[in-house]
C-alpha cells in the first residue's frame, strides 16, 4: 500500500502562482512512477501530469504545458506540481496518484489516489 497526502491548494487570483505538494508514505516511493490528475464540478477526472520514478521523465497535458511543472524529491517522499500563470479553468481538485506501470494518462492505470486538494482561481 502507498498512502498519498496532497496539501497546498487554496483560493488564487488568475495569473498567480501555487505549489502542490503530495506527500507519500508506506512502500518505496521511489518505485513508483507520480501522476497528477484534477476534476472540475460535472467534469470527468483529467490527466495534468506525470512523472517517472526516476524523474526523468515528464509527460503533460496540453493544456498545462508551459505553466506547469511537475517535479519530485525521492528522498523526501515527495512529488510536486508547480502551477504558474493560473486560470480559472484551472479550478479543480487535484489529485496525485502512484503507478508502478508508465502510461501516464488513463487514470486506471494508477494504483493509488490521494484524497485531493482544492484549487480555486478566482478571474
Known amino acids: 500500500q502507498v498512502q498519498l497526502v496532497e496539501s497546498g491548494g487554496g483560493l488564487v487570483q488568475a495569473g498567480a502562482s501555487l505549489r502542490l505538494s503530495c506527500a507519500a508514505s508506506?512502500?518505496?516511493?521511489?518505485?513508483?512512477?507520480m501522476g497528477w490528475f484534477r476534476q472540475a464540478p460535472g467534469k470527468e477526472r483529467e490527466f495534468v501530469a506525470a512523472?517517472?520514478?526516476?524523474?526523468?521523465?515528464?509527460y503533460y497535458a496540453d493544456s498545462v504545458k508551459g505553466r506547469f511543472t511537475i517535479s519530485r524529491d525521492n528522498a523526501k517522499n515527495t512529488v510536486y506540481l508547480q502551477m504558474n500563470s493560473v486560470k480559472p479553468e484551472d479550478t479543480a481538485v487535484y489529485y496525485c496518484?502512484?503507478?508502478?506501470?508508465?502510461?501516464?494518462?488513463?487514470?486506471?492505470?494508477?494504483?493509488?489516489w490521494g484524497q485531493g486538494t482544492q484549487v480555486t482561481v478566482s478571474s
Open positions: 508506506g512502500r518505496t516511493f521511489s518505485n513508483y512512477n
Open positions: 512523472i517517472r520514478w526516476s524523474g526523468g521523465s515528464t
Open positions: 496518484a502512484a503507478a508502478r506501470r508508465w502510461i501516464t494518462v488513463p487514470h486506471t492505470a494508477y494504483d493509488y
